[in-house]
């Protein structure tokens, strides 16, 4: 029986490549055949990263749930 993992990719600034770390395990599990999911809870400056992770998944299940439209930190931007 296979246990829950969790990944938690973190930064300290945008654009440092979180999104795209993210990317690459969610595909790279995907082809070794694990179930797997991407969130990205919070996220600033449009939406591109969501659409990005979502596209890369079979499942519906809604990804992101605060999004600023400002590129700054979310504490700052909400």
């Known amino acids: 029986m296979r246990t829950a993992r969790t990944i938690f990719v973190t930064g300290t600034d945008t654009s440092v490549g979180k999104t795209a770390v993210s ?34 998944q079979k499942s519906t299940l809604r990804i992101n749930f605060f999004n600023y439209h400002e590129p700054i930190a979310p504490w700052s931007a909400a």
């Open 23 to 56: 990317a690459m395990l969610l595909a790279h599990a995907q082809a070794e055949g694990i179930n797997v999911r991407a969130l990205k809870p919070f996220s600033t400056g449009g939406g591109g990263d969501e659409a990005l992770l979502a596209s890369l």
